[in-house]
């Protein structure tokens, strides 16, 4: 596992002063890097206020920009290439959420995955193939890669939310119905919001939906 690359991002200790009792994982969008999604955990924390955030810079540097990181290439957007993507970075994060969690003294129950973009897509592809199952997966603006071998690969089904604006122009909104509907047909307890006239971006309900969520997961009241 040491050959792999180290993860390492912005961190937000628990609003409460106290241990950590959850741990949030935020993944960033192609192209951006952990400084980008750090700063919904203000918001979250208002929720959440006995949670720590972490917001890990992807691994790989972005093949398209001249700053900020990737988690997978989408250079060639072809499905099996995405999915050799995400095939690679999914032991890499995996070693990042055990040393995170380990730190904390914390176990996957206490763990939830919250992506944007290209974000989502990691946090879809490896909560749900993780061997114990996360407490959740809060996805926006994202799609399920792999439709078609997801349920062979499937090892847990925690719960998921999907946010999506029906006018993103990044990633088309015909992929947020259609991750719906298959995790629906594979019993993955799903819940999907469209936020009318939204594009490639997260609103503020978008976010109070997602707290939400999250109290709900870890156990708190809605």
Same mark, same amino acid.
């Given at each position: 596992?040491s050959s792999?690359?180290?993860?390492e991002g912005p961190?937000?200790?628990p609003?409460s002063?106290?241990?950590?009792?959850q741990?949030v994982v935020l993944?960033h969008?192609y192209?951006?890097?952990?400084?980008?999604l750090?700063?919904?955990?203000p918001?979250?924390?208002?929720?959440l206020?006995?949670?720590a955030?972490v917001?890990?810079?992807?691994?790989f540097?972005c093949e398209m920009?001249p700053?900020?990181r990737q988690?997978?290439s989408l250079?060639?957007?072809?499905p @099996?290439?995405?999915?050799?993507?995400a095939r690679l970075?999914? =032991?890499? /994060?995996e070693?990042?959420?055990?040393l !995170?969690l380990g730190?904390?003294?914390?176990g996957?129950?206490?763990?939830?995955l919250?992506g944007?973009?290209?974000?989502t897509m990691?946090?879809?592809?490896?909560g749900l193939r993780r061997?114990?199952?996360?407490?959740?997966i809060l996805?926006?603006?994202?799609a399920?890669?792999g439709?078609?071998?997801?349920?062979?690969e499937?090892?847990?089904r925690?719960p998921v939310?999907?946010?999506?604006?029906d006018?993103?122009?990044?990633?088309?909104?015909n992929?947020?119905?259609l991750?719906l509907?298959?995790?629906e @047909?594979?019993?993955?307890?799903?819940?999907g919001?469209?936020r =009318?006239? /939204?594009?490639h971006?997260?609103d503020? !309900?978008?976010?109070?939906?997602?707290?939400?969520?999250?109290?709900r997961v870890?156990?708190?009241?809605?």
């Amino acid at each position: 596992m040491s050959s792999y690359p180290k993860l390492e991002g912005p961190s937000i200790e628990p609003a409460s002063g106290g241990p950590a009792k959850q741990l949030v994982v935020l993944l960033h969008g192609y192209g951006a890097d952990g400084n980008d999604l750090i700063g919904l955990a203000p918001q979250f924390a208002q929720a959440l206020p006995d949670a720590a955030f972490v917001s890990p810079h992807a691994p790989f540097p972005c093949e398209m920009a001249p700053y900020g990181r990737q988690w997978f290439s989408l250079s060639d957007r072809a499905p @099996a290439r995405m999915m050799e993507g995400a095939r690679l970075v999914t =032991p890499i /994060l995996e070693r990042f959420l055990d040393l !995170e969690l380990g730190n904390r003294k914390l176990g996957d129950a206490q763990l939830a995955l919250v992506g944007f973009s290209q974000g989502t897509m990691t946090a879809l592809h490896v909560g749900l193939r993780r061997v114990t199952p996360c407490a959740g997966i809060l996805g926006y603006s994202g799609a399920l890669l792999g439709t078609e071998s997801l349920g062979d690969e499937l090892r847990g089904r925690p719960p998921v939310m999907l946010i999506h604006g029906d006018d993103d122009p990044v990633v088309d909104y015909n992929l947020h119905q259609l991750s719906l509907s298959t995790l629906e @047909a594979l019993d993955v307890p799903v819940e999907g919001h469209t936020r =009318p006239g /939204l594009g490639h971006s997260i609103d503020m !309900e978008g976010l109070t939906l997602g707290s939400s969520f999250l109290r709900r997961v870890f156990g708190l009241s809605a």
